[in-house]
């Protein structure tokens, strides 16, 4: 999937394993880092702040910041510590509706 991302795939030729990303189905690269390839995918915000319901996105991309908090069955984890896995549902955390409502 091409975006108007200004974040770019390194391996093209890398294949393609189907997830979602609230809801939405994505053609990810297999064993990429889930951060990286959401940010390549468009996805821009990962999740919104309980307080300010400020978006929020990857920053360090080395687990340090915690701002690339995703669900993945029924866990909050860091998108840019996981890989692509094939059949993928990944959501914005819970705490991201309170924000969303913010908005």
Known sequence: MKTDSPFLELADDAPRVRVWFDGQPLDLPAGAN??????AAGVQVFRHTA??????????????????????????????????EEGMKIARPCAAEAGDAAL
């Not at 889930?34 to 940010?39: E, P, S, V």
């Not at 400020?54 to 866990?75: D, K, W, Y």
């Open 51 to 84: 307080v300010s319901g400020a978006p929020r996105a990857p920053f360090c991309m080395m687990g340090a910041c915690f701002e690339c908090l995703v669900e993945i069955g029924g866990r909050v984890q860091q998108a840019c510590m996981l890989e692509v």
């Open 34 to 39: 889930l951060a990286a390839a959401l940010l």
